[in-house]
C-alpha cells in the first residue's frame, strides 16, 4: 500500500508539472487525468480497507472516542476509574454496607429538616439582613460607577451633610461614564424629584405659570373632610368613594380628580387644584376623618389598578380577583404610573408612610418575578422605589429588585460596591435555595 501512496503522489506531481508548463487547450486533458486517478484511488481504498483495517487510510485526524464513554471529571472532583468502579459495583460485600448508607441518610434528613426549620421560622433571610446596608462596606465613595448625587439611600446621617458638599464639586466636574448609559441617565433624572420630595422639598422649584397665591381657608383639609367640592369636577369626597367607585372610564379618562384624593406640596396638571400646605399636613394627619377618607380613596384607586387591601394595618395588598383586565388596562395606559407615583407620595405626606413599601413590592413582584406590567417596570424601578421614605425598606426592596433582576450588569438603581456585596452572598443563598427545594416564587415570597 505504501508502494501504491508513492505512485499516486508522484503522477499527481507530475500532472500539476503538466499544467504548470503547458497550455489552456492542455486543462482539459489534466482534469480528466485528474479525475480518473481520483476514482482509481477510492476503489483501490474500498478493496484494501476491510482486509487491512489500516487508519492512516481514514483522511483527516482520528477520533478520540473518550470522551463519549467515560464522563469529564467536574472542577475540584476526582477522576472515576472505571474498572474500579464496576468492581465497587459487583463487590460480593454490597449488602453489608446497606444499614451504615441508610443510617447516614436519615441523619442526613434529620440535619436539613432543621435546618430548613430554622430558616423558614427566620423568613428565609439571613441574620445580616437587617443591619447589613449600615455596615462600613456599603458606605459608597463619589468615585463609584453608579454613585448618583441625588440618591441618599447609602448615605448615613453622619454622612448626608458632608456628601452634600461634595455633589456640586461632583456635578461640576462632568459625566462619568456611566453616566452615559440611558438606564442611569433617566434614574438620575427621576432621583433629582424623589430626593427632593424625600427632604420635604428643600429646594421647590415652580414655574411661574404654575404658582397660585396660598388659600388660608385649606382647600385640601376641607375637602376631605366634606367641606368642600373639587375643582372643576364638583364632586364631594363622599361622591368619588360612592359613585366614581368601579367606574374604570371615568377614573381612566378624566385627570381633574387625582389632585385632589391625592394632594402634594408640588403642583399637577390641574391648575385649579392647590397644592398642601405645612398647616394642612399638621391638621390632616390629627383628623381621624380625613385619614379614613384618604384610606378609602386609596382603596378605590387600588380597585382600579386591579389590586386590593389585604391588611389595613400593615397594608399589605394583593391582586384583585379582576386583575388580567384591570394590568391590561395599566399597562396600556402608563400615565397611571404618574398617578402611582402621587399615591406613594401622598402616602408619606399624609400618615400612611408604612403603606409604601408593602405597595411598591408588590409592583416589583408583578413585573420581575411574575413578568406582568412590562411599560411600568421602568417606573417601579426608578419612581416607586425611591417614593419610599423608611430607608432600611427602600434598601430591601432595592436588594430584592437587584436578586429578581435578570440581567445584573445592567442594573443601575443602586452603587457598583454595593452589588458586588450582594453577589458574593448570592452564591450561598441559591445553594441553600436549592438544597431546600426552593423555586424563584418561594423565593421572592420569603
Aim: aromatic share 12%.
Amino acid at each position: 500500500m505504501r508502494t501504491v501512496s508513492l505512485l499516486v503522489g508522484l503522477v499527481s506531481r507530475l500532472i500539476f508539472i503538466m499544467a504548470w508548463f503547458g497550455t489552456n487547450k492542455l486543462y482539459p486533458v489534466v482534469e480528466w487525468l485528474w479525475r480518473g486517478l481520483c476514482f482509481l484511488w477510492r476503489c483501490i481504498r474500498g478493496v484494501f480497507r476491510p482486509l487491512s483495517g489500516l487508519r492512516f487510510l481514514s483522511l483527516g485526524w482520528p477520533k478520540d472516542r473518550g470522551s463519549q464513554e467515560e464522563p469529564e471529571a467536574q472542577d475540584g472532583e476526582k477522576p472515576v476509574e472505571r474498572g474500579y468502579q464496576q468492581e465497587v459495583q459487583g463487590a460480593p460485600g454490597e449488602g453489608q454496607h446497606e444499614a451504615a448508607a441508610a443510617k447516614r441518610a436519615a441523619h442526613t434528613d434529620r440535619e436539613l429538616a432543621c435546618k430548613r426549620a430554622r430558616f423558614e421560622e427566620e423568613g428565609g433571610k439571613s441574620d445580616e439582613d437587617d443591619d447589613e446596608s449600615d455596615n462600613e462596606d456599603y458606605q459608597v465613595e463619589t468615585s463609584d460607577e453608579f454613585y448618583c448625587g441625588y440618591d441618599s439611600t447609602w448615605e448615613t446621617e453622619e454622612q448626608q451633610e458632608p456628601q452634600r458638599q461634595q455633589e456640586g464639586a461632583f456635578r461640576r466636574s462632568g459625566r462619568r461614564a456611566a453616566s452615559r448609559h440611558y438606564k442611569f441617565s433617566r434614574f438620575e433624572s427621576a432621583a433629582k424629584d424623589m430626593q427632593n420630595y424625600r427632604h420635604d422639598y428643600p429646594s421647590q422649584m415652580i414655574p411661574q405659570r404654575w404658582i397660585k397665591p396660598v388659600s388660608e381657608d385649606k382647600p385640601n383639609l376641607n375637602f376631605y373632610l366634606g367641606l368642600q367640592c373639587s375643582v372643576p369636577d364638583g364632586a364631594y369626597i363622599h361622591d368619588f368613594h360612592n359613585n366614581w367607585y368601579g367606574d374604570y372610564d371615568t377614573l381612566e379618562y378624566v385627570h381633574s380628580y387625582i389632585q385632589w384624593l391625592f394632594p402634594l406640596q408640588e403642583p399637577g396638571v390641574n391648575y385649579e387644584a392647590s397644592t398642601l400646605t405645612k398647616e394642612e399636613i399638621k391638621e390632616f394627619r390629627q383628623s381621624s376623618t380625613a385619614k379614613e377618607n384618604l384610606l378609602k380613596s386609596y382603596k378605590l384607586m387600588l380597585d382600579f389598578y386591579g389590586i386590593e387591601l389585604c391588611d389595613e394595618k400593615t397594608g399589605e395588598v394583593r391582586r384583585a380577583p379582576n386583575w388580567r383586565e384591570r394590568f391590561h388596562n395599566l399597562n396600556c395606559h402608563t400615565h397611571n404610573s404618574l398617578r402611582i407615583t402621587r399615591i406613594l407620595k401622598c402616602q408619606g405626606t399624609l400618615g400612611y408612610p408604612h403603606y409604601q413599601a408593602p405597595l411598591v413590592r408588590f409592583f416589583l413582584q408583578e413585573t420581575l418575578v411574575h413578568r406582568e406590567l412590562p411599560n411600568v417596570k421602568d417606573s417601579v424601578l426608578n419612581y416607586f422605589m425611591f417614593a419610599v421614605l423608611d430607608k432600611r425598606q427602600r434598601r430591601k426592596l432595592i436588594k430584592f429588585a437587584y436578586l429578581n433582576y435578570d440581567r445584573k450588569e445592567e442594573f443601575v438603581w443602586c452603587p457598583k460596591k454595593v452589588q458586588m456585596r450582594w453577589s458574593e452572598k448570592l452564591a450561598p443563598q441559591e445553594e441553600m435555595h436549592a438544597e431546600f427545594g426552593l423555586n424563584s416564587e418561594d423565593r421572592a415570597r420569603n
